[in-house]
């Protein structure tokens, strides 16, 4: 559990992958002085605005990283290499499969919910092409 200690003029922005736990249990907390802000993967026109100026205009190429590595507002910043961005993506996946799914709903099998994640995945990825 967490306390905070008002003083003076502050703004507290709490975040995280699962909303529905953090209104739930925070809202009691806050009792009031919170306002929930639900925030989306990037359109590819919002996409191309977090590029550098550089990237920007190779529009077919930023497209094909879209379509690649999806929307998340992090990925336009990162450099643009297989690697990083893999890295990057893949710690995202892990922290929310893991610490948001497994651990909050007590998933006996996570290594079978992986492998239905990566199922899912390749469908998705694969109905696209």
Same mark, same amino acid.
């Given at each position: 559990?967490?306390?905070?200690?008002?003083?003076?003029?502050?703004?507290?922005?709490?975040?995280?992958?699962?909303?529905?736990?953090?209104?739930?249990?925070? *809202? $009691?907390? @806050?009792? !009031?002085? =919170?306002?929930?802000?639900? #925030?989306?993967?990037?359109?590819? &026109?919002?996409?191309?605005?977090?590029?550098?100026?550089?990237?920007?205009?190779?529009?077919?190429?930023?497209?094909?990283?879209?379509?690649?590595?999806?929307?998340?507002?992090?990925?336009?910043?990162?450099?643009?290499?297989?690697?990083?961005? *893999? $890295?990057? @993506?893949? !710690?995202? =996946?892990?922290?929310?499969? #893991?610490?948001?799914?497994?651990? &909050?709903?007590?998933?006996?099998?996570?290594?079978?919910?992986?492998?239905?994640?990566?199922?899912?995945?390749?469908?998705?990825?694969?109905?696209?092409?």
């Amino acid at each position: 559990m967490f306390s905070l200690f008002e003083e003076g003029a502050a703004d507290i922005y709490l975040t995280g992958s699962n909303a529905k736990m953090l209104s739930s249990e925070l *809202s $009691t907390l @806050l009792s !009031g002085r =919170y306002v929930e802000i639900p #925030v989306f993967p990037l359109s590819f &026109r919002e996409y191309l605005e977090f590029l550098p100026a550089t990237r920007s205009s190779d529009r077919e190429a930023a497209f094909q990283s879209y379509l690649k590595y999806g929307g998340l507002p992090i990925v336009p910043s990162l450099p643009q290499d297989e690697n990083t961005i *893999s $890295t990057v @993506l893949m !710690g995202i =996946y892990n922290t929310v499969l #893991v610490k948001d799914i497994v651990q &909050r709903n007590g998933v006996r099998d996570a290594e079978l919910l992986g492998r239905v994640a990566t199922i899912i995945k390749s469908r998705q990825a694969s109905s696209m092409t």
